[in-house]
């Protein structure tokens, strides 16, 4: 059974920073995509970044562009977000979603939609308040 478990979440300050990590078993993972999603209360799941199978490919939403890198370790069969100088609108669910999509590149502006994801993780609450 193929699945992610995300970590790394938690409360930080304004301006603080946080490694989300996320691990897959149970799947070829470098046939994947990876993408980094959060949810707010109330507000629709957003893309926040995503990473080609090779890590050729990165995508990011604009709001998170210039503080949060994304990378990945393929040997390890984990996905990461380095995410600096937080902001409270950056407060929400993380979680990890996988697209199976064995190529180098990735190219589409929707290629990383969460409704093309094939699974999910549950999930990492952070919070961002002083």
């Known amino acids: 059974q193929s699945r992610f478990v995300e970590s790394g979440g938690g409360l930080v300050q304004p301006g603080g920073s946080l490694r989300l990590s996320c691990t897959a078993s149970?799947?070829?993972?470098?046939?994947?995509?990876v993408g980094w999603f959060r949810q707010a209360p109330g507000k629709e799941r957003m893309l926040v970044s995503c990473?080609?199978?090779?890590?050729?490919?990165?995508k990011y939403a604009d709001s998170v562009k210039g503080r949060f890198t994304i990378s990945r370790d393929n040997a390890r069969h984990t996905a990461y977000l380095q995410m600096n100088r937080l902001k409270p609108e950056d407060t929400g669910t993380y979680s990890c979603?996988?697209?199976?999509?064995?190529?180098?590149?990735?190219?589409?502006?929707?290629?990383?939609?969460?409704?093309?994801?094939?699974?999910w993780g549950k999930g990492t609450l952070v919070t961002v308040a002083s």
């Open positions: 149970g799947l070829t993972f470098d046939d994947y995509a």
């Open positions: 990473i080609s199978s090779r890590s050729v490919t990165t």
């Open positions: 979603g996988a697209l199976w999509l064995p190529t180098p590149t990735m190219s589409g502006a929707d290629i990383c939609s969460p409704a093309n994801m094939d699974f």
